[in-house]
């Protein structure tokens, strides 16, 4: 472990607590186009996995990697992530509206909306995404079935970070960081699991 340097606020602890905050800004803002969120979060797990390969996590990194992301392919994934939510909330709010069997067309609603949501946050964490989307979401789709462990913990980031963005909410801006956390994470721990089979 470093020592605190001289002019250094804060001990080495706290260096990567504030690369989040600030990679978390920048993916908020450049998630507001709301096709470029796949992307831009995508990005936010690629910056933060350079971390434990000693690269700086800067927002500056970040907004550098960004640029080189806005192709076709990219907008088409957060395209389709946007028609994907759009229609999860046209069912739960058909569901809501007293229509028969509406509770049983509820769960099966979430239930798919869940398994969604972690199989596209688990790709936006791969590295694949980067170039590949397809590829990327195949894997997190076998990451998914074969690892129950580490998509709970995926839906729980998901649960802290929208818990935090509604109790106060400045701290939405700053949720998509510690939410990248979590799902490099995640991705880094069973990439490891993965090698040591």
Do not use: K, N
Request: charged share 15%.
């Amino acid at each position: 472990m470093r020592t605190r340097e001289a002019g250094e606020v804060f001990g080495p602890r706290m260096t990567l607590f504030a690369d989040v905050l600030s990679v978390g800004l920048a993916t908020s803002v450049a998630c507001l186009p709301l096709v470029t969120a796949p992307a831009a979060l995508s990005t936010a797990c690629a910056v933060l996995r350079g971390a434990g390969q000693d690269r700086p996590v800067t927002a500056g990194r970040y907004l550098a990697l960004l640029r080189q992301r806005l192709r076709p392919g990219d907008l088409l994934a957060g395209a389709v992530s946007l028609a994907g939510l759009l229609l999860l909330a046209a069912d739960l709010a058909l569901a809501g509206a007293g229509l028969p069997g509406a509770p049983l067309f509820a769960v099966a609603a979430a239930t798919i909306g869940a398994c969604a949501a972690v199989v596209g946050l688990r790709a936006c964490a791969r590295p694949e995404s980067l170039t590949d989307w397809p590829a990327a979401v195949r894997g997190a789709a076998r990451d998914a079935a074969a690892d129950a462990g580490g998509s709970g913990l995926v839906l729980l980031a998901v649960a802290t970070a929208a818990l935090c963005a509604w109790m106060l909410l400045p701290l939405a801006f700053l949720a998509p960081g510690p939410l990248a956390l979590a799902l490099t994470a995640v991705d880094v721990r069973r990439s490891a699991a993965v090698l040591l089979e």
